[in-house]
């Protein structure tokens, strides 16, 4: 077996380390032979010195040659001693590839998974949200109250605000196409009925779930990664009584609340146009509007914000929980959480629509 | 004072009202392991965020290499701060990049040093902390202790003249809270870094301090090596030293 010798420099840093290494490539090793680098003249070396052996140790690692050192004094000795692990193979990244069949059945399993977790986070939070409470098994009613005020009172403005310009916006949108038949004055039917039936009750529920929704998944899922969780359960507390349940029957509380007051922001947006730009009295205006109102349509509106709070706590939750690899992974849920959300919110709202017009009609 | 690498003059420094640091003083020699130590809540880390320019004091003064911290403007102190290692409580680490990728990151902004050169680096510093297995992990599947010693590796990945340790020993087990402290004897042996460390480990305390600041209730009430701390007369120090328990465990107002 041959070996190779070249003699290191007196000073080993980023520039001789650099000269040391084209110096051992020239020297091209073989698989099998040992190259020893001769330190005794280096009389100091630095942090950057040792990063250029553990170079060298790696284009010999490749060549399947080995390497020696050989003669250091006590300082570099010491030094080579802390950096050793350095200079051995290390593990490289995972790059296992699975096979086709193999990530169906993964993807499977984790999906399988994900819906048993979500199901039985669901069947928890209804239990302690709507049956708990009659059985006297307890309900926070202070976390309830503060849930409302931060999810309804505090959301009021911007709910108000976002429906307003959505009628402000279909009634500029309907008029241009209305006013050629000379009928301008039902857009102020088009409003109420659209409004009461789907517009309020989704654009609320789409503000709700971008406001309400990431904060429920940023707040488990910070609370998770802080171990506060693991905190609960191991009190004994149930997550689903705490966490889940008091906000659950705060946003059903306070979401059709919401709805209504988006409804009358909307047709007061379409009033504010139908008035000022179409040029109708108020009181022709508001007549018109009163007279389109059904029950029917309002109820459509109302049931449906029901089921959008359900899903919209239960989603957020369910993210909030998942949640694993610190500040990324709270990002990533808070982001899912509201993807899923308004997926769900548009789901939820076509069951609806097809409920109503086969079945209700 | 040429071999001083920093300096903290009259430090007084609030928290809304709350009075944190009382008019500390201190002076750390170039190449020492200098400790910072005392009760919880007694304002060690805030001293430490001080000494790194992360917060800005009432009144009193720092030095950094002769050079008045309060009076360098955004570009210098970044500058500064670029030649200071920073090891956090909590390590710190980017929890979006890998272990590898949170050492190389110093590296790649500042570091000047060959592209190619900079993997051989991270496993080299990796390697110093015992934590050559863990390049290609992500700081989530990595324990507490480890999370630290990687956070140490981060912060001397630039070779840095002054490292800040905040609690390098709580939470590990004691055969890797050894390796750790044996680890900072060699960096200031071979390497030549001057050590700032808070903690409050008596072991650790024995083993690596060169002078000892001890804070309570955010004044200085001693400063000198360890020799003079054990044989002490401040009952503060000797009740530390000797582990010895108030006589209710209270909340003492700072």
């Known amino acids: ?361 | 004072m040429s071999d001083t690498i920093i300096e903290v003059k009259n430090l007084v420094t609030h928290y809304g009202d709350t009075q944190v640091l009382d008019d500390v003083s201190l002076r750390v020699a170039r190449g020492e392991i200098f400790l910072i130590i005392g009760g919880s809540g007694c304002g060690k880390t805030t001293l430490l965020k001080h000494m790194c320019g992360l917060l800005t004091a009432t009144s009193g003064q720092i030095r950094y290499q002769g050079k008045d911290l309060a009076t360098l403007d955004e570009e210098q102190l970044a500058q500064m701060q670029r030649t200071i290692g920073i090891a956090f409580q909590s390590s710190g680490l980017f929890n979006s990049m890998t272990v590898g990728d949170n050492v190389a990151l110093p590296l790649r902004e500042y570091g000047n040093v060959d592209e190619s050169l900079i993997d051989a680096i991270v496993r080299m510093k990796l390697s110093l902390v015992g934590l050559s297995a863990a390049q290609h992990l992500m700081p989530s599947e990595l324990s507490g202790g480890m999370r630290k010693r990687a956070g140490l590796a981060r912060a001397i990945a630039l070779d840095p003249p002054l490292v800040y340790f905040d609690e390098p020993s709580a939470g590990l087990d004691p055969i890797m809270a050894c390796g750790l402290d044996e680890l900072i004897l060699d960096l200031k042996k071979l390497l030549g870094i001057t050590f700032v460390i808070v903690t409050h480990e008596l072991d650790s305390i024995r083993k690596v301090a060169d002078r000892i600041l001890m804070l309570d209730l955010g004044r200085v009430i001693f400063c000198g090596t360890i020799n003079e701390a054990e044989h002490s007369t401040i009952d503060r120090v000797r009740q530390f030293f000797d582990r010895r328990a108030d006589e209710h465990i209270t909340q003492r107002s700072v």
């Open chain 1, 1 to 361: 077996m041959s070996e190779t010798r070249i003699e290191c420099p007196r000073t080993l840093d980023h520039e001789t380390g650099r000269t040391l290494l084209h110096a051992v490539r020239q020297q091209k090793v073989r698989k099998g032979q040992t190259l020893i680098l001769d330190l005794a003249p280096t009389e100091n070396m630095d942090t950057l010195g040792g990063a250029w052996l553990v170079e060298i140790a790696g284009h010999l690692r490749k060549r399947h040659a080995k390497l020696r050192l050989e003669g250091q004094h006590e300082g570099v000795a010491e030094f080579i001693g802390i950096i050793q692990p350095s200079l051995e193979p290390f593990p490289g990244a995972k790059t296992y590839q699975a096979g086709l069949l193999e990530r169906i059945g993964g993807t499977a399993i984790a999906q399988a998974g994900e819906l048993g977790e979500f199901l039985s986070l669901c069947v928890d939070a209804i239990y302690w949200t709507l049956m708990a409470p009659f059985e006297g098994r307890g309900f926070r009613w202070g976390n309830f109250v503060d849930e409302v005020h931060e999810m309804g009172v505090r959301a009021i403005r911007i709910v108000c605000l976002m429906n307003f310009l959505l009628g402000l916006i279909i009634a500029m949108l309907s008029s241009a196409q209305i006013a050629s038949f000379g009928l301008s004055i039902y857009v102020a039917d088009l409003l109420m009925i659209g409004f009461a039936r789907e517009l309020a009750a989704i654009m609320t529920a789409t503000v709700v779930s971008a406001r309400t929704g990431a904060a429920i998944a940023a707040e488990i899922a910070t609370m998770k990664v802080q171990e506060e969780i693991d905190a609960l359960r191991g009190m004994g507390l149930n997550v689903a009584q705490f966490l889940v349940a008091p906000k659950m029957l705060a946003l059903i509380v306070v979401l059709p609340c919401l709805t209504m007051l988006g409804l009358f922001s909307g047709l007061a947006g379409g009033t504010l146009w139908g008035v000022t730009v179409l040029g109708f009295q108020p009181a022709v205006w508001i007549n018109e509007t009163t007279n389109a109102a059904q029950m029917n349509d309002l109820m459509q509106g109302m049931l449906k914000t029901l089921f959008f709070a359900v899903a919209i706590v239960l989603i957020g939750c369910h993210n909030g929980f998942r949640v694993s690899g610190g500040s990324r992974g709270v990002g990533l849920m808070t982001t899912r959480a509201v993807v899923m959300d308004i997926f769900m919110l548009i789901c939820v709202d076509i069951v609806f629509a097809a409920i109503f017009y086969y079945v209700l009609q």
